[in-house]
């Protein structure tokens, strides 16, 4: 299994600013995720992580908005971009380890994010 | 494409009685089925999943489930039922690109 830490935990923002959300995991990790869950709602996955190159988007996430970084296979991180009450959220890490089972995936425990 | 849909948004039970969170299926390749468990307040947990092989199940906590491919379903369920068990369901599908596909979460509550 792998250990995943996200940094802040939770946090409280303004509208029009913006937050950089950390992912840490114990061990190396081939694929990482980024997802959201609105309130209510279940996950949607927002983007994969590429170490070295530019994240893989899904449909209706763009760059500009959320823009992460995978600098080495243990780290990540998700910028939430020029925020509105709309982007209030869980944002969960996602990660599939090194010598793991290719279906294995693990979750970090979140970040809550408010935007006033 | 895969995903999954979950029936019923919100099913309560009395403690003690059984569990049955129903979850079907779309996928054109055989699937690789999940059902994570998310707490109140808390981050996401894997119950079970389904890859090849045995198609019973079994996972933490008590709760199994049953790949049917006739029936193209994956229901979790669990004989009896504690108050600790209340939490939000997830069922989800592995695409062939690796991803993780979430169906919409089923809150389980369980009357005393």
């Known amino acids: 299994s792998a250990v995943i830490s996200q940094k802040p935990s939770r946090d409280i923002c303004q509208r029009g600013t913006s937050l950089t959300i950390q992912c840490q995991v114990d061990?190396?990790?081939?694929?990482m995720f980024w997802y959201r869950q609105q309130p209510g709602q279940s996950l949607t996955l927002i983007a994969t992580?590429?170490?070295?190159?530019?994240?893989?988007?899904e449909s209706g996430f763009v760059i500009d908005k959320f823009p992460i970084s995978r600098p080495n296979l243990t780290f990540s991180t998700l910028t939430v971009s020029n925020m509105s009450p709309e982007d209030s959220s869980i944002y969960l890490c996602?990660?599939?380890?090194?010598?793991?089972?290719?279906?294995?995936?693990?979750f970090g425990p979140g970040t809550r994010l408010t935007v006033l | 494409a895969q995903s999954v849909t979950q029936l019923g948004s919100h099913v309560s039970v009395s403690e003690g009685a059984l569990v049955l969170l129903r979850c079907n299926y779309s996928?054109?390749?055989?699937?690789?089925l999940f059902w994570y468990v998310q707490y109140p307040n808390q981050g996401l947990q894997l119950l079970l999943k389904?890859?090849?092989?045995?198609?019973l199940v079994k996972g933490i906590n008590g709760f199994e489930a049953e790949f049917k491919k006739s029936e193209t379903s994956f229901h979790l369920t669990k004989p009896s039922a504690h108050m600790s068990d209340a939490a939000e369901y997830f069922c989800?599908?592995?695409?062939?690109?690796?991803?993780?596909?979430f169906g919409s979460g089923t809150r389980l509550s369980i009357r005393p």
């Open positions: 996602s990660v599939t380890p090194v010598g793991g089972a290719s279906n294995e995936q693990f």
């Open positions: 061990s190396q990790v081939t694929m």
């Open positions: 992580a590429n170490q070295g190159s530019e994240a893989t988007y």
């Open positions: 996928s054109s390749v055989p699937p690789y």
């Open positions: 389904y890859t090849t092989g045995a198609t």
């Open positions: 989800a599908v592995r695409t062939s690109a690796s991803k993780i596909i």
